[in-house]
C-alpha cells in the first residue's frame, strides 16, 4: 500500500475580483486589492490529492444561509404571524367589558414603516454599497415594529384583566414580563384558561 501525500492549502476569495488567493499574500496579485485577515481557518479550503483539486463547501455559505433563514423566519412572525393574530382577535377583545379598545392604526402604521426602512436599506445598498448602515437601519426598523407589537400585547393584556375583574369579582393576574416575552402565544394561553376556569 502506497502512502498518498495529501496537502492542504487555505485560499481566500478576492472580493474585488472574485478570484481565489493564497492565504499569506495581503494584496490580490490580479486587481490589488487588499484582502482581510480572518481568524482560524480562512473562508475555503482546497485539498491536494495526486494533483486533483477538491474544493470543500465554505462554511461561510452555510451561516450566511443560516442567517439568511432566521432573517426570513423572524420576519414572517413579525409581519405575518403577528398582525393575523392581532387582527383577528380584535373584534372579539373590543367586544369584552374594559374601557380599552384595540385599534387597527399601530398595524396599519408598522407595516408603513416597515415598507420605509425596506425603501431606504434598499437604497443604501444599491446607492453607495453601504451594508452596514443599510443592516443597521433594517435591525432598527424591525426593533421598533416589535416594540408597537408588545405595546398592543400589553394593551390586551389589560383589557383582559379588566373584562374578568368585572365578572369574576376577583384578581386575575396576567404577567407582564411573560407578556413581553411570548406575546401573544403567551396572552392566547391565558386567555384559553381563563374561558374555561368559567
Same mark, same amino acid.
Not at 10 to 38: N, Q, T
Not at 116 to 126: P, R, S, T
Not at 148 to 176: A, C, P
Given at each position: 500500500?502506497? %502512502?498518498?501525500?495529501? %496537502?492542504?492549502?487555505?485560499?481566500?476569495?478576492?472580493?474585488e475580483c472574485? !478570484?481565489? &488567493? /493564497?492565504?499569506e499574500?495581503? @494584496?490580490? $496579485?490580479f486587481?490589488g486589492?487588499?484582502?482581510?485577515?480572518?481568524?482560524?481557518? /480562512?473562508?475555503?479550503?482546497k485539498?491536494? /490529492?495526486?494533483?486533483?483539486?477538491k474544493p470543500v463547501?465554505? +462554511?461561510?455559505?452555510l451561516?450566511?444561509?443560516? #442567517?439568511l433563514?432566521?432573517?426570513?423566519?423572524?420576519?414572517?412572525?413579525? =409581519?405575518?404571524?403577528? $398582525?393575523?393574530?392581532?387582527?383577528?382577535?380584535?373584534k372579539?377583545?373590543? !367586544?369584552l367589558?374594559? %374601557?380599552?379598545?384595540?385599534?387597527?392604526? $399601530?398595524?396599519?402604521g408598522?407595516? #408603513?414603516? =416597515?415598507?420605509?426602512?425596506? =425603501?431606504?436599506?434598499h437604497?443604501?445598498?444599491?446607492k453607495?454599497? *453601504?451594508?452596514? +448602515?443599510?443592516l443597521?437601519?433594517?435591525?432598527?426598523?424591525?426593533? =421598533? &415594529?416589535?416594540? &408597537?407589537?408588545?405595546y398592543?400585547?400589553?394593551k390586551?393584556?389589560?383589557?383582559?384583566v379588566?373584562h @374578568? !375583574? *368585572?365578572?369574576?369579582?376577583?384578581?386575575v393576574?396576567i404577567?407582564?414580563?411573560?407578556? &413581553?416575552?411570548?406575546?401573544?402565544?403567551?396572552?392566547? #394561553?391565558?386567555?384559553? %384558561?381563563?374561558?374555561? /376556569?368559567?
Amino acid at each position: 500500500m502506497s %502512502k498518498t501525500n495529501t %496537502k492542504v492549502e487555505y485560499f481566500r476569495s478576492c472580493v474585488e475580483c472574485h !478570484k481565489e &488567493i /493564497d492565504a499569506e499574500s495581503e @494584496f490580490c $496579485p490580479f486587481c490589488g486589492a487588499v484582502l482581510m485577515r480572518s481568524s482560524g481557518k /480562512d473562508i475555503s479550503i482546497k485539498t491536494k /490529492d495526486k494533483g486533483n483539486e477538491k474544493p470543500v463547501k465554505m +462554511t461561510v455559505w452555510l451561516m450566511v444561509g443560516g #442567517l439568511l433563514m432566521l432573517a426570513f423566519i423572524i420576519r414572517v412572525y413579525l =409581519f405575518l404571524v403577528l $398582525p393575523l393574530w392581532f387582527l383577528g382577535q380584535r373584534k372579539y377583545l373590543n !367586544k369584552l367589558h374594559s %374601557k380599552q379598545k384595540i385599534s387597527t392604526y $399601530p398595524f396599519v402604521g408598522a407595516y #408603513l414603516i =416597515f415598507i420605509l426602512v425596506e =425603501f431606504i436599506a434598499h437604497y443604501l445598498v444599491i446607492k453607495y454599497s *453601504d451594508y452596514g +448602515t443599510s443592516l443597521l437601519v433594517l435591525i432598527s426598523g424591525l426593533l =421598533f &415594529i416589535h416594540s &408597537i407589537f408588545i405595546y398592543q400585547s400589553l394593551k390586551i393584556k389589560n383589557v383582559l384583566v379588566e373584562h @374578568f !375583574k *368585572d365578572y369574576q369579582k376577583k384578581g386575575v393576574k396576567i404577567s407582564n414580563l411573560w407578556t &413581553i416575552l411570548f406575546g401573544f402565544l403567551y396572552l392566547q #394561553l391565558e386567555v384559553n %384558561k381563563l374561558f374555561y /376556569d368559567e
